[in-house]
T-cell receptor, first 116, second 114 residues
Framework: GAVVSQHPSRVICKSGTSVKIECRSLDFQATTMFWYRQFPKQSLMLMATSNEGSKATYEQGVEKDKFLINHASLTLSTLTVTSAHPEDSSFYICSARDGGHSYEQYFGPGTRLTVT | AQSVTQPDIHITVSEGASLELRCNYS??????LFWYVQSPGQGLQLLLK??????LVQGIKGFEAEFKRSQSSFNLRKPSVHWSDAAEYFCAVGANTGFQKLVFGTGTRLLVSP
């Protein structure tokens, strides 16, 4: 089956630093990847949609200069949280859509970000 | 824009009893509907999905869901719950245009009592 990995699974960083999270589709080509944020005991909120080779589309209220998304290849998307603050602490989950099977998204295991 | 409502925040079911988790959606066209399960600190696992055709869909782990257009519902059911089913369950609706992004409900936490 389609597998999506995320790295790292957990990261702790200091306030003001930047942290990069990778999302990889391991056995398929992902024309579209999605980044979600999940607060404790809450639902997933879509942050942005990224298509390979083009700029990401951000949801309303998501700061594009703070959450930098790059989708440089068909198997890799990265989310960089710039100048992180404690309120950015959250669980970040990516998903990838298989270009050959357009309706299903495969989710990564998530990355727990803690900003101290 | 699509939206999803999961009216039950928590549900407790005895092991071996039947389960039904409710999901109502709002979308102007025929929706794509999904149920996902999430264990603590983990990503999401797809239980089942509905795109078209038979309105009763079978999924993994003995789950099934029925799409009822007249009620805008896609309730998840399981005839006999196991302790390992305790988790958070999310219903999601996908647009059938554009990037086909998903909108998730707020989730229902299932607790299984012995």
């Amino acid at each position: 089956g389609a597998v999506v990995s995320q790295h790292p699974s957990r990261v702790i960083c200091k306030s003001g630093t930047s942290v990069k999270i990778e999302c990889r589709s391991l056995d398929f080509q992902a024309t579209t990847m999605f980044w979600y944020r999940q607060f404790p005991k809450q639902s997933l909120m879509l942050m942005a949609t990224s298509n390979e080779g083009s700029k990401a589309t951000y949801e309303q209220g998501v700061e594009k200069d703070k959450f930098l998304i790059n989708h440089a290849s068909l198997t890799l998307s990265t989310l960089t949280v710039t100048s992180a603050h404690p309120e950015d602490s959250s669980f970040y989950i990516c998903s990838a859509r298989d270009g050959g099977h357009s309706y299903e998204q495969y989710f990564g295991p998530g990355t727990r970000l803690t900003v101290t | 824009a699509q939206s999803v409502t999961q009216p039950d925040i928590h549900i407790t079911v005895s092991e071996g009893a039947s389960l039904e988790l409710r999901c109502n959606y709002s979308y102007g066209a025929t929706p794509y509907l999904f149920w996902y399960v999430q264990s603590p600190g983990q990503g999401l696992q797809l239980l089942l999905k509905y795109f078209s055709g038979d309105t009763l869909v079978q999924g993994i782990k003995g789950f099934e869901a029925e799409f009822k257009r007249s009620q805008s519902s896609f309730n998840l059911r399981k005839p006999s719950v196991h302790w390992s089913d305790a988790a958070e369950y999310f219903c999601a609706v996908g647009a059938n245009t554009g990037f086909q992004k998903l909108v998730f409900g707020t989730g229902t936490r299932l607790l299984v009592s012995p």
